[in-house]
């Protein structure tokens, strides 16, 4: 879900200025790791939408967490980019994420806000079938809630597109890396990536998966375990 969208929508950008898309994943993660994760959520409903324009483009997503008794938590990220030359594909990118979250046994609250600012390199081939990105990022969190701070951070992004078997089947997919920080305010290495591959019925409906790859991501009490492989089964609409 998060940020696969942006640069393998340049296809459908360089015919049209504006596109958007609603996915819907049943995640098996609390089933692989019944401990660990045993209280997250069993579908993800993705809203995203990538607008071009003449100085560059708009993007973002919004996330939806949900269990089969309550809405577990509301993630966005939003993006402007401005192209900096005709000549070279580079941008500027700014950014900024942040979100909700209910947990029944302690509550409501709030992911650590964070707004990013760097450039990015995006490139694609002649018929746009293969896009890609990479995005060297200033990180800043702010403080967002009771127990945490501001710091400041760094964001190395990669994301790419590849449509193939005339365009019957879409791989897509990004990965990020960040300094985070944790409960003892001891810096670590976060990783996130979630490629997702997905067979295209026709030009509005596809069927697939996305697997998230993460370490020192999702936040773990029961052990000291780090590193976390959550698939799942979704369907797509492109609007």
Known sequence: MKKIFSIALMAVAALSANAQNIQLHYDFGRNIYSNEEADRQKVTATLEQFKADDWGSWYYFFDVDLTSK?????????SREINLSKNLPLAAHVEYDGGLWHAPAIGNGSYQQAGLAGIAYNGHNADFSKTWSVQALYKQFFKSYEGTHSYASFQLTGVWGLNFLDNKMTFSGFIDFWRGE???NHGCLVILSEPQLWYNVNKHFSVGTEVEFSNNFIVNYYND?????????GVKWNL
Do not use: C, D, G, Q
């Open 225 to 233: 375990k780090t590193f976390f492989v959550n698939p799942t089964l």
């Open 182 to 184: 944790k409960a003892n």
């Open 70 to 78: 309550t809405t577990r938590s509301i993630y966005t990220e939003i």
